[in-house]
Protein backbone atom coordinates (compact mmCIF):
# COMPACT_ATOMS: atom_id res chain seq x y z
CA UNK A 1 0.00 0.00 0.00
CA UNK A 2 0.98 3.62 -0.98
CA UNK A 3 -1.30 6.35 1.34
CA UNK A 4 -1.76 9.69 -0.47
CA UNK A 5 -1.37 11.98 2.59
CA UNK A 6 -4.46 14.87 1.58
CA UNK A 7 -3.12 18.39 2.58
CA UNK A 8 -6.33 19.38 0.14
CA UNK A 9 -4.81 19.14 -3.16
CA UNK A 10 -7.23 19.56 -5.96
CA UNK A 11 -5.32 16.30 -7.63
CA UNK A 12 -5.49 14.19 -4.83
CA UNK A 13 -7.21 11.23 -6.01
CA UNK A 14 -5.21 11.58 -9.03
CA UNK A 15 -2.68 11.11 -7.74
CA UNK A 16 -3.79 7.74 -6.25
CA UNK A 17 -5.45 6.97 -9.32
CA UNK A 18 -1.64 7.24 -11.03
CA UNK A 19 -0.06 5.30 -8.51
CA UNK A 20 -3.02 2.06 -8.77
CA UNK A 21 -2.34 2.70 -13.00
CA UNK A 22 1.43 1.48 -11.57
CA UNK A 23 -0.46 -1.75 -10.27
CA UNK A 24 -0.02 -1.12 -6.81
CA UNK A 25 -2.40 -0.12 -4.16
CA UNK A 26 -3.08 3.20 -2.81
CA UNK A 27 -5.79 4.62 -0.70
CA UNK A 28 -6.06 8.48 0.34
CA UNK A 29 -5.95 9.73 3.75
CA UNK A 30 -6.76 13.01 5.25
CA UNK A 31 -4.09 15.11 6.67
CA UNK A 32 -5.78 14.31 10.15
CA UNK A 33 -4.91 10.80 10.02
CA UNK A 34 -2.71 9.79 13.53
CA UNK A 35 1.11 8.70 12.99
CA UNK A 36 -0.48 5.82 15.15
CA UNK A 37 -2.81 4.80 12.04
CA UNK A 38 -0.24 5.58 9.11
CA UNK A 39 2.68 3.48 11.86
CA UNK A 40 -0.67 0.34 11.69
CA UNK A 41 -1.01 0.71 8.12
CA UNK A 42 2.63 0.26 7.16
CA UNK A 43 2.62 1.67 3.63
CA UNK A 44 5.55 0.85 1.56
CA UNK A 45 5.47 4.70 0.51
CA UNK A 46 3.91 8.07 1.48
CA UNK A 47 2.96 10.75 -1.24
CA UNK A 48 1.96 14.49 0.48
CA UNK A 49 -0.80 16.14 -1.83
CA UNK A 50 -1.05 19.86 -2.64
CA UNK A 51 -3.05 22.04 -1.45
CA UNK A 52 -4.12 25.79 -1.75
CA UNK A 53 -2.61 27.32 1.31
CA UNK A 54 0.78 28.69 1.79
CA UNK A 55 2.76 27.03 5.06
CA UNK A 56 3.09 30.62 6.80
CA UNK A 57 -1.22 30.68 6.71
CA UNK A 58 -1.74 30.47 10.39
CA UNK A 59 -4.98 26.99 9.69
CA UNK A 60 -2.46 25.87 6.80
CA UNK A 61 -2.80 21.81 7.16
CA UNK A 62 0.59 20.39 8.64
CA UNK A 63 2.10 17.33 9.73
CA UNK A 64 3.95 16.13 13.01
CA UNK A 65 7.61 15.98 11.53
CA UNK A 66 8.07 12.93 13.21
CA UNK A 67 6.64 11.08 10.10
CA UNK A 68 9.93 12.09 8.76
CA UNK A 69 11.78 9.65 10.94
CA UNK A 70 9.26 6.36 10.47
CA UNK A 71 12.02 5.05 7.84
CA UNK A 72 9.43 4.87 5.18
CA UNK A 73 9.79 6.78 1.81
CA UNK A 74 8.22 10.01 1.42
CA UNK A 75 7.42 11.86 -2.04
CA UNK A 76 6.05 15.69 -1.65
CA UNK A 77 4.08 17.05 -4.33
CA UNK A 78 3.36 21.04 -4.49
CA UNK A 79 2.38 22.20 -1.08
CA UNK A 80 3.77 18.75 -0.27
CA UNK A 81 7.27 19.88 -1.35
CA UNK A 82 6.59 23.53 0.53
CA UNK A 83 5.91 21.43 3.35
CA UNK A 84 8.40 19.20 3.86
CA UNK A 85 10.73 21.67 3.03
CA UNK A 86 9.72 24.10 5.79
CA UNK A 87 9.20 21.12 8.22
CA UNK A 88 12.86 20.49 8.26
CA UNK A 89 13.80 23.84 8.31
CA UNK A 90 14.33 24.71 4.63
CA UNK A 91 12.55 28.30 3.78
CA UNK A 92 9.92 28.88 1.17
CA UNK A 93 8.99 31.92 0.17
CA UNK A 94 6.64 33.34 -2.31
CA UNK A 95 7.04 34.60 -5.56
CA UNK A 96 5.51 37.88 -7.04
CA UNK A 97 4.34 36.48 -9.90
CA UNK A 98 2.99 32.71 -9.86
CA UNK A 99 4.25 29.99 -12.19
CA UNK A 100 1.40 28.22 -14.02
CA UNK A 101 0.81 25.89 -16.78
CA UNK A 102 3.38 24.02 -19.27
CA UNK A 103 6.83 24.64 -17.98
CA UNK A 104 10.29 23.24 -19.15
CA UNK A 105 12.04 22.02 -16.00
CA UNK A 106 15.60 21.30 -16.12
CA UNK A 107 16.19 17.33 -14.49
CA UNK A 108 18.69 15.48 -12.88
CA UNK A 109 18.55 12.17 -14.70
CA UNK A 110 21.09 10.78 -12.29
CA UNK A 111 18.39 11.48 -9.46
CA UNK A 112 16.32 8.27 -8.83
CA UNK A 113 12.91 9.62 -9.46
CA UNK A 114 13.97 11.25 -13.04
CA UNK A 115 15.51 7.95 -14.05
CA UNK A 116 14.90 7.70 -17.94
CA UNK A 117 13.39 10.87 -18.02
CA UNK A 118 14.76 13.75 -20.37
CA UNK A 119 17.25 16.34 -19.19
CA UNK A 120 14.60 19.47 -20.12
CA UNK A 121 11.15 17.57 -19.07
CA UNK A 122 7.89 19.39 -19.79
CA UNK A 123 6.04 19.32 -16.61
CA UNK A 124 3.15 21.27 -15.18
CA UNK A 125 3.28 24.04 -12.95
CA UNK A 126 0.26 25.66 -10.51
CA UNK A 127 2.08 27.50 -7.19
CA UNK A 128 3.22 30.88 -6.18
CA UNK A 129 5.36 30.05 -3.30
CA UNK A 130 8.32 28.09 -4.11
CA UNK A 131 11.53 26.77 -2.19
CA UNK A 132 13.90 28.77 -1.56
CA UNK A 133 16.28 27.16 0.26
CA UNK A 134 16.31 23.22 0.76
CA UNK A 135 16.51 22.01 4.33
CA UNK A 136 19.86 19.91 5.45
CA UNK A 137 20.55 17.05 3.82
CA UNK A 138 18.75 17.82 0.65
CA UNK A 139 20.21 18.61 -2.70
CA UNK A 140 18.48 20.41 -5.85
CA UNK A 141 17.23 17.55 -8.63
CA UNK A 142 15.42 20.25 -10.70
CA UNK A 143 14.85 23.79 -11.39
CA UNK A 144 13.15 26.20 -13.92
CA UNK A 145 14.05 29.47 -15.19
CA UNK A 146 12.39 31.24 -12.23
CA UNK A 147 11.95 28.16 -9.53
CA UNK A 148 15.01 27.52 -7.84
CA UNK A 149 14.21 24.01 -6.50
CA UNK A 150 11.63 22.31 -8.84
CA UNK A 151 12.31 19.23 -7.34
CA UNK A 152 14.93 18.41 -4.15
CA UNK A 153 15.96 14.82 -2.96
CA UNK A 154 17.75 13.21 0.43
CA UNK A 155 18.29 9.64 -1.03
CA UNK A 156 19.60 8.41 2.38
CA UNK A 157 15.99 9.35 3.73
CA UNK A 158 14.25 8.71 1.21
CA UNK A 159 12.37 11.64 1.10
CA UNK A 160 11.94 13.29 -2.67
CA UNK A 161 9.78 16.44 -3.57
CA UNK A 162 8.62 18.01 -6.72
CA UNK A 163 7.32 21.24 -7.09
CA UNK A 164 5.61 20.40 -10.25
CA UNK A 165 2.56 18.10 -10.41
CA UNK A 166 4.10 14.67 -11.78
CA UNK A 167 -0.12 13.10 -11.15
CA UNK A 168 -1.17 15.36 -14.04
CA UNK A 169 -1.36 14.02 -17.97
CA UNK A 170 0.50 17.47 -18.97
CA UNK A 171 3.70 16.77 -17.04
CA UNK A 172 4.87 14.34 -20.07
CA UNK A 173 6.77 12.26 -17.93
CA UNK A 174 5.00 12.33 -14.39
CA UNK A 175 4.02 8.61 -14.89
CA UNK A 176 7.50 7.30 -15.37
CA UNK A 177 8.21 9.64 -12.44
CA UNK A 178 5.85 7.94 -10.07
CA UNK A 179 6.90 4.50 -11.05
CA UNK A 180 10.60 5.40 -10.51
CA UNK A 181 8.79 6.79 -6.96
CA UNK A 182 7.17 3.68 -6.16
CA UNK A 183 9.06 0.68 -7.90
CA UNK A 184 12.58 2.07 -7.21
CA UNK A 185 12.32 4.23 -3.76
CA UNK A 186 9.24 2.22 -2.11
CA UNK A 187 10.34 -1.20 -3.64
CA UNK A 188 6.51 -1.82 -4.66
CA UNK A 189 6.26 -4.86 -6.27
CA UNK A 190 3.19 -3.40 -8.72
CA UNK A 191 1.39 -6.60 -8.64
CA UNK A 192 -1.96 -5.36 -7.17
CA UNK A 193 -4.54 -5.63 -9.47
CA UNK A 194 -8.37 -4.30 -9.54
CA UNK A 195 -9.22 -7.54 -7.78
CA UNK A 196 -7.43 -6.87 -5.05
CA UNK A 197 -9.24 -4.03 -4.81
CA UNK A 198 -12.49 -6.08 -4.78
CA UNK A 199 -11.02 -8.54 -2.32
CA UNK A 200 -9.21 -5.60 0.31
CA UNK A 201 -12.74 -3.75 0.51
CA UNK A 202 -14.60 -7.39 1.06
CA UNK A 203 -12.57 -7.74 3.77
CA UNK A 204 -12.71 -4.58 5.21
CA UNK A 205 -16.45 -4.46 4.69
CA UNK A 206 -16.75 -7.67 6.79
CA UNK A 207 -14.57 -6.60 9.67
CA UNK A 208 -15.89 -3.29 9.68
CA UNK A 209 -19.77 -4.16 9.84
CA UNK A 210 -19.07 -7.74 11.66
CA UNK A 211 -22.94 -8.67 12.68
CA UNK A 212 -24.45 -5.18 11.60
CA UNK A 213 -27.29 -4.98 9.59
CA UNK A 214 -27.17 -2.68 6.33
CA UNK A 215 -29.14 -1.17 3.86
CA UNK A 216 -28.82 0.29 0.48
CA UNK A 217 -30.75 1.62 -1.98
CA UNK A 218 -30.54 0.13 -5.14
CA UNK A 219 -31.22 1.84 -8.62
CA UNK A 220 -29.92 -0.71 -10.83
CA UNK A 221 -27.48 2.05 -12.16
CA UNK A 222 -23.50 1.03 -11.81
CA UNK A 223 -22.63 2.37 -8.76
CA UNK A 224 -25.39 1.32 -6.80
CA UNK A 225 -25.04 -2.13 -8.23
CA UNK A 226 -21.63 -2.55 -7.56
CA UNK A 227 -21.54 -1.30 -4.31
CA UNK A 228 -24.79 -3.34 -3.76
CA UNK A 229 -22.68 -6.72 -4.90
CA UNK A 230 -19.37 -6.14 -3.00
CA UNK A 231 -21.49 -5.79 0.20
CA UNK A 232 -23.29 -8.91 -0.53
CA UNK A 233 -20.50 -10.73 -0.90
CA UNK A 234 -19.04 -8.94 2.18
CA UNK A 235 -21.88 -9.81 4.62
CA UNK A 236 -24.76 -11.40 2.64
CA UNK A 237 -28.23 -11.46 3.82
CA UNK A 238 -27.30 -8.74 6.51
CA UNK A 239 -27.75 -6.62 3.74
CA UNK A 240 -31.03 -5.63 2.37
CA UNK A 241 -31.57 -3.87 -0.91
CA UNK A 242 -34.30 -1.46 -1.40
CA UNK A 243 -35.41 -1.59 -5.12
CA UNK A 244 -37.91 1.63 -5.93
CA UNK A 245 -39.93 0.63 -9.11
CA UNK A 246 -41.07 4.35 -9.80
CA UNK A 247 -42.68 3.87 -12.69
CA UNK A 248 -40.36 5.92 -14.68
CA UNK A 249 -37.93 3.58 -15.61
CA UNK A 250 -36.99 2.07 -19.41
CA UNK A 251 -38.94 -0.54 -20.46
CA UNK A 252 -38.51 -3.88 -18.99
CA UNK A 253 -35.88 -2.29 -16.38
CA UNK A 254 -37.35 -2.92 -13.34
CA UNK A 255 -37.92 -7.32 -13.90
CA UNK A 256 -34.37 -6.70 -15.51
CA UNK A 257 -32.89 -5.60 -12.15
CA UNK A 258 -35.06 -7.48 -10.21
CA UNK A 259 -33.73 -11.04 -12.70
CA UNK A 260 -30.18 -9.65 -11.31
CA UNK A 261 -30.83 -8.84 -7.42
CA UNK A 262 -34.14 -10.74 -6.65
CA UNK A 263 -34.55 -14.35 -5.04
CA UNK A 264 -33.97 -16.00 -8.20
CA UNK A 265 -31.07 -14.01 -8.88
CA UNK A 266 -27.08 -14.55 -8.29
CA UNK A 267 -26.53 -12.61 -5.43
CA UNK A 268 -27.31 -13.48 -1.53
CA UNK A 269 -29.10 -10.42 -0.42
CA UNK A 270 -32.34 -9.38 1.04
CA UNK A 271 -33.61 -7.94 -2.02
CA UNK A 272 -37.06 -5.47 -2.01
CA UNK A 273 -38.53 -4.05 -4.92
CA UNK A 274 -41.29 -1.30 -4.06
CA UNK A 275 -43.74 -1.27 -7.15
CA UNK A 276 -44.98 2.83 -6.59
CA UNK A 277 -45.70 3.79 -9.93
CA UNK A 278 -49.57 4.54 -9.27
CA UNK A 279 -48.82 6.78 -6.23
CA UNK A 280 -45.63 8.68 -8.47
CA UNK A 281 -48.49 9.07 -11.25
CA UNK A 282 -50.93 10.23 -8.67
CA UNK A 283 -48.36 13.07 -7.72
CA UNK A 284 -47.66 13.54 -10.84
CA UNK A 285 -50.62 14.69 -12.14
CA UNK A 286 -51.29 17.74 -14.01
CA UNK A 287 -47.45 19.30 -12.91
CA UNK A 288 -45.78 19.95 -15.76
CA UNK A 289 -42.77 22.39 -14.25
CA UNK A 290 -39.88 20.83 -14.63
CA UNK A 291 -38.06 21.40 -11.20
CA UNK A 292 -41.52 20.92 -9.42
CA UNK A 293 -41.57 17.32 -11.24
CA UNK A 294 -37.91 17.12 -10.26
CA UNK A 295 -39.14 17.85 -6.33
CA UNK A 296 -41.93 15.53 -6.14
CA UNK A 297 -40.38 12.88 -8.01
CA UNK A 298 -37.01 13.18 -5.14
CA UNK A 299 -39.72 13.77 -2.29
CA UNK A 300 -41.36 10.74 -3.43
CA UNK A 301 -38.33 8.65 -3.56
CA UNK A 302 -37.06 9.38 0.20
CA UNK A 303 -40.62 8.52 1.40
CA UNK A 304 -41.06 5.17 -0.27
CA UNK A 305 -37.47 4.73 0.52
CA UNK A 306 -38.55 5.22 5.12
CA UNK A 307 -41.66 3.59 4.42
CA UNK A 308 -39.45 0.67 3.51
CA UNK A 309 -36.92 1.06 5.98
CA UNK A 310 -39.37 1.48 8.81
CA UNK A 311 -40.55 -1.87 7.97
CA UNK A 312 -36.71 -2.48 8.30
CA UNK A 313 -36.53 -1.26 11.47
CA UNK A 314 -33.17 -0.08 12.93
CA UNK A 315 -29.94 -0.66 10.61
CA UNK A 316 -26.54 -0.32 11.61
CA UNK A 317 -25.43 0.91 8.21
CA UNK A 318 -26.30 3.06 5.27
CA UNK A 319 -25.10 2.07 1.82
CA UNK A 320 -24.29 4.87 -0.82
CA UNK A 321 -22.55 4.58 -4.38
CA UNK A 322 -20.79 7.27 -3.94
CA UNK A 323 -17.73 7.40 -6.13
CA UNK A 324 -15.09 9.63 -6.65
CA UNK A 325 -16.50 12.40 -8.96
CA UNK A 326 -19.28 12.78 -6.90
CA UNK A 327 -17.01 14.34 -4.26
CA UNK A 328 -16.36 17.76 -4.69
CA UNK A 329 -14.35 18.32 -1.81
CA UNK A 330 -11.27 16.79 -1.15
CA UNK A 331 -11.42 13.94 1.65
CA UNK A 332 -11.29 15.93 4.26
CA UNK A 333 -13.42 14.90 6.95
CA UNK A 334 -16.86 17.04 6.62
CA UNK A 335 -17.13 18.01 3.47
CA UNK A 336 -17.47 14.44 1.72
CA UNK A 337 -20.39 13.72 3.92
CA UNK A 338 -22.20 16.62 3.46
CA UNK A 339 -22.07 15.46 -0.19
CA UNK A 340 -23.54 12.27 0.82
CA UNK A 341 -26.79 13.83 1.85
CA UNK A 342 -27.06 15.86 -1.34
CA UNK A 343 -26.51 12.75 -3.03
CA UNK A 344 -29.76 11.02 -1.93
CA UNK A 345 -31.70 14.10 -1.36
CA UNK A 346 -31.54 14.12 2.40
CA UNK A 347 -32.13 10.74 3.02
CA UNK A 348 -29.80 9.58 6.45
CA UNK A 349 -31.92 12.72 7.90
CA UNK A 350 -35.13 10.57 7.77
CA UNK A 351 -34.00 6.35 8.01
CA UNK A 352 -32.35 5.72 11.38
CA UNK A 353 -28.55 4.34 10.59
CA UNK A 354 -25.57 4.94 12.80
CA UNK A 355 -23.11 5.48 9.91
CA UNK A 356 -23.00 5.83 6.39
CA UNK A 357 -20.28 3.61 4.00
CA UNK A 358 -19.41 4.56 0.90
CA UNK A 359 -17.20 1.65 -0.25
CA UNK A 360 -16.85 3.05 -4.24
CA UNK A 361 -15.91 6.84 -3.28
CA UNK A 362 -11.99 5.94 -4.16
CA UNK A 363 -12.33 5.13 -7.69
CA UNK A 364 -13.28 6.96 -10.60
CA UNK A 365 -15.81 5.15 -12.67
CA UNK A 366 -13.94 3.02 -15.29
CA UNK A 367 -12.69 2.01 -12.02
CA UNK A 368 -15.80 0.80 -10.81
CA UNK A 369 -16.94 -0.76 -13.76
CA UNK A 370 -13.51 -2.64 -14.08
CA UNK A 371 -14.57 -4.02 -10.26
CA UNK A 372 -18.26 -4.78 -11.41
CA UNK A 373 -16.63 -7.12 -13.99
CA UNK A 374 -14.49 -8.29 -11.02
CA UNK A 375 -17.58 -9.04 -9.06
CA UNK A 376 -18.90 -10.53 -12.20
CA UNK A 377 -21.76 -8.31 -12.36
CA UNK A 378 -23.29 -8.46 -15.73
CA UNK A 379 -22.07 -6.72 -18.44
CA UNK A 380 -24.75 -4.71 -19.68
CA UNK A 381 -25.16 -3.38 -16.54
CA UNK A 382 -21.22 -2.39 -16.00
CA UNK A 383 -21.61 -1.00 -19.07
CA UNK A 384 -24.93 0.73 -19.16
CA UNK A 385 -25.34 4.59 -20.17
CA UNK A 386 -26.34 6.80 -17.59
CA UNK A 387 -29.84 7.27 -16.09
CA UNK A 388 -30.84 10.38 -14.03
CA UNK A 389 -32.34 9.58 -10.59
CA UNK A 390 -36.04 10.95 -11.84
CA UNK A 391 -35.66 8.87 -14.77
CA UNK A 392 -38.01 9.84 -17.90
CA UNK A 393 -40.36 11.72 -15.69
CA UNK A 394 -37.36 14.04 -17.34
CA UNK A 395 -37.66 13.12 -20.54
CA UNK A 396 -41.67 13.72 -21.05
CA UNK A 397 -41.73 17.13 -21.78
CA UNK A 398 -44.93 18.67 -19.81
CA UNK A 399 -47.38 16.66 -17.70
CA UNK A 400 -46.49 12.71 -17.22
CA UNK A 401 -48.94 10.57 -17.66
CA UNK A 402 -49.03 6.67 -17.63
CA UNK A 403 -50.19 6.77 -21.45
CA UNK A 404 -46.84 8.89 -22.18
CA UNK A 405 -44.55 6.54 -20.32
CA UNK A 406 -45.43 3.65 -22.05
CA UNK A 407 -44.68 5.58 -25.29
CA UNK A 408 -41.40 6.89 -24.52
CA UNK A 409 -40.41 3.76 -23.35
CA UNK A 410 -41.60 2.01 -26.46
CA UNK A 411 -39.59 4.57 -28.91
CA UNK A 412 -37.02 4.43 -26.72
CA UNK A 413 -36.42 0.79 -26.59
CA UNK A 414 -36.64 0.76 -30.44
CA UNK A 415 -34.19 3.20 -31.04
CA UNK A 416 -31.65 1.51 -28.37
CA UNK A 417 -32.26 -1.96 -30.33
CA UNK A 418 -31.22 -0.23 -33.56
CA UNK A 419 -27.78 1.94 -31.88
CA UNK A 420 -26.84 -1.16 -30.42
CA UNK A 421 -27.75 -3.29 -34.02
CA UNK A 422 -25.36 -0.61 -35.63
CA UNK A 423 -22.69 -1.11 -33.39
CA UNK A 424 -22.90 2.29 -32.73
CA UNK A 425 -23.80 1.97 -28.48
CA UNK A 426 -20.09 1.63 -27.88
CA UNK A 427 -18.89 5.12 -28.90
CA UNK A 428 -21.82 7.21 -27.91
CA UNK A 429 -21.73 8.69 -24.56
CA UNK A 430 -25.75 8.80 -24.03
CA UNK A 431 -28.74 8.53 -26.33
CA UNK A 432 -32.26 7.97 -25.37
CA UNK A 433 -35.87 8.88 -26.86
CA UNK A 434 -37.62 11.90 -25.35
CA UNK A 435 -41.65 12.70 -25.68
CA UNK A 436 -41.94 16.67 -26.47
CA UNK A 437 -45.81 17.70 -25.53
CA UNK A 438 -46.39 18.89 -29.05
CA UNK A 439 -49.32 17.26 -31.06
CA UNK A 440 -48.77 17.71 -34.85
CA UNK A 441 -51.07 16.11 -37.82
CA UNK A 442 -49.89 13.37 -40.35
CA UNK A 443 -51.72 11.04 -42.83
CA UNK A 444 -51.43 7.20 -41.77
CA UNK A 445 -53.53 4.94 -44.30
CA UNK A 446 -55.73 7.26 -45.84
CA UNK A 447 -56.67 8.78 -42.31
CA UNK A 448 -55.54 11.94 -40.62
CA UNK A 449 -53.53 11.83 -37.55
CA UNK A 450 -52.61 14.03 -34.67
CA UNK A 451 -50.24 12.92 -32.77
CA UNK A 452 -47.00 13.15 -30.50
CA UNK A 453 -43.75 13.85 -31.98
CA UNK A 454 -40.72 11.39 -30.43
CA UNK A 455 -37.30 13.27 -29.91
CA UNK A 456 -34.24 11.26 -30.42
CA UNK A 457 -31.35 12.52 -29.21
CA UNK A 458 -27.52 11.44 -29.39
CA UNK A 459 -24.89 13.18 -27.83
CA UNK A 460 -20.58 12.65 -27.57
CA UNK A 461 -19.39 13.75 -24.17
CA UNK A 462 -16.27 12.62 -22.27
CA UNK A 463 -17.41 14.52 -18.62
CA UNK A 464 -20.99 15.02 -19.42
CA UNK A 465 -20.74 18.75 -18.73
CA UNK A 466 -20.73 19.57 -22.32
CA UNK A 467 -21.48 17.37 -24.86
CA UNK A 468 -21.43 17.61 -28.82
CA UNK A 469 -25.00 16.20 -30.48
CA UNK A 470 -23.48 13.06 -32.73
CA UNK A 471 -23.74 12.54 -35.81
CA UNK A 472 -25.71 9.71 -36.40
CA UNK A 473 -25.46 8.01 -39.99
CA UNK A 474 -28.94 8.89 -41.80
CA UNK A 475 -29.93 5.16 -42.79
CA UNK A 476 -29.67 4.63 -38.99
CA UNK A 477 -32.56 7.75 -38.11
CA UNK A 478 -34.46 6.80 -41.29
CA UNK A 479 -35.28 3.15 -39.81
CA UNK A 480 -35.48 4.07 -36.26
CA UNK A 481 -38.39 6.70 -37.47
CA UNK A 482 -40.27 4.57 -39.40
CA UNK A 483 -40.19 1.79 -36.73
CA UNK A 484 -41.15 4.58 -34.27
CA UNK A 485 -43.87 5.33 -36.05
CA UNK A 486 -45.50 2.31 -37.21
CA UNK A 487 -44.84 0.44 -33.93
CA UNK A 488 -45.42 3.20 -31.48
CA UNK A 489 -49.34 4.37 -30.97
CA UNK A 490 -49.57 7.80 -30.53
CA UNK A 491 -46.47 8.50 -32.43
CA UNK A 492 -46.95 10.15 -36.17
CA UNK A 493 -43.75 12.21 -35.97
CA UNK A 494 -39.99 11.55 -35.24
CA UNK A 495 -37.18 14.42 -34.59
CA UNK A 496 -33.76 14.52 -34.02
CA UNK A 497 -32.37 17.07 -31.61
CA UNK A 498 -28.95 18.73 -32.81
CA UNK A 499 -28.13 21.09 -29.89
CA UNK A 500 -25.69 21.11 -28.22
CA UNK A 501 -24.37 21.29 -24.36
CA UNK A 502 -24.23 24.57 -23.75
CA UNK A 503 -26.63 25.63 -24.64
CA UNK A 504 -28.73 22.66 -24.48
CA UNK A 505 -28.67 20.02 -21.41
CA UNK A 506 -28.29 16.66 -22.42
CA UNK A 507 -31.63 15.69 -20.53
CA UNK A 508 -34.93 17.86 -21.67
CA UNK A 509 -35.72 18.91 -18.10
P1 LIG B 1 -27.83 17.44 -18.12
O1 LIG B 1 -29.24 17.19 -18.56
O2 LIG B 1 -27.75 18.33 -16.92
O3 LIG B 1 -27.29 16.02 -17.65
O4 LIG B 1 -26.95 17.91 -19.23
C1 LIG B 1 -25.94 15.71 -17.42
C2 LIG B 1 -25.86 14.25 -17.02
O5 LIG B 1 -26.46 14.05 -15.75
C3 LIG B 1 -27.56 13.16 -15.83
N1 LIG B 1 -28.61 13.70 -14.97
C4 LIG B 1 -28.91 13.23 -13.74
N2 LIG B 1 -28.42 12.19 -13.05
N3 LIG B 1 -29.93 12.65 -11.29
C5 LIG B 1 -28.96 11.90 -11.83
O6 LIG B 1 -28.53 10.94 -11.19
C6 LIG B 1 -30.48 13.71 -11.91
O7 LIG B 1 -31.37 14.38 -11.40
C7 LIG B 1 -29.93 14.01 -13.22
N4 LIG B 1 -30.23 14.96 -14.15
C8 LIG B 1 -29.40 14.76 -15.20
C9 LIG B 1 -27.94 13.14 -17.29
O8 LIG B 1 -28.56 11.92 -17.66
C10 LIG B 1 -26.60 13.32 -17.96
O9 LIG B 1 -25.88 12.11 -18.02
Request: hydrophobic share 40%; charged share 25%; net charge negative.
Amino acid sequence: TVIVLDFGGQYNQLIARRVRECSVYCEVKPYTVSLEEIKAINPKGIIFTGGPNSVYDEDSPSYSRKIFELGIPILGICYGSQLMAHLLGGIVKTAPVSEYGHTEVEVDTTDIIFQGASPKSVCWMSHTDYIAQVPEGFHITAHTPVCPVAAMSFPEKKLYATQFHPEVIHTQEGLKMLENFVYQVCGCTGDWKMNSFVETAIYSLRKKIGSGRVLCALSGGVDSSVAAVLLSKAVGKQLTCVFVDHGLLRKNEGDEVEAVFGTKGAYELNFVRVNARQRYYEKLKGITEPEEKRKIIGAEFIRVFEEEAKKIGAVDFLVQGTIYPDVIESGLGKSAVIKSHHNVGGLPDVVDFKEIIEPLRMLFKDEVRKAGLELGIPEHLVFRQPFPGPGLGIRIVGEVTEEKVRIVQEADYIYREEIIRAGLDKELGQYFAALTNMRSVGVMGDFRTYDYAVALRAVNTSDFMTAEAAQIPWEVLGKVTSRIVNEVKGVNRVLYDCTGKPPGTIEFE
